[in-house]
């Protein structure tokens, strides 16, 4: 089992910047990709970002490459997501998810991840 909870999340201007955390409690968190989706209301949940247990990879939707930046420190069991130059359309719940399938984080699928916290509002204000 996991746990995972966000934090960082609230009301910014637009071309501002957020930054959220996800801490991550439970054995399963060791050797897993983790990831960001969000779900802006009235609409699916959708990818953000992704990041592999260990090695370099992260991966972006393309609507947030070169604003968003995703990170991770496993000795503090902790994920994050940088945002910068924040646009209304960021507008969501932000969510955090630990990968199915082991390190690679290169997976954008919702089934694809096993656990998930309870997820931050963003509010990106125009």
């Known amino acids: 089992q996991v746990q995972l909870v966000e934090s960082g999340g609230g009301l910014e201007q637009a071309g501002g910047s957020l930054r959220l955390s996800c801490a991550a409690s439970g054995r399963t968190f060791s050797n897993s990709a983790l990831a960001w989706f969000r779900q802006a209301p009235g609409k699916e949940r959708e990818f953000v970002a992704s990041?592999?247990?260990?090695?370099?990879?992260?991966y972006y939707t393309d609507s947030v490459k070169g604003r968003f930046t995703i990170s991770r420190d496993n000795a503090k069991r902790m994920v994050y997501l940088q945002m910068n130059g924040l646009k209304p359309e960021d507008t969501a719940v932000y969510y955090c998810a630990t990968s199915r399938f082991g390190g690679l984080g290169y997976r954008q699928a919702e089934y694809e991840y096993a656990y998930w916290g309870p997820g931050t509002q963003v509010t990106v204000s125009s």
């Open positions: 990041i592999d247990w260990s090695g370099p990879g992260t």
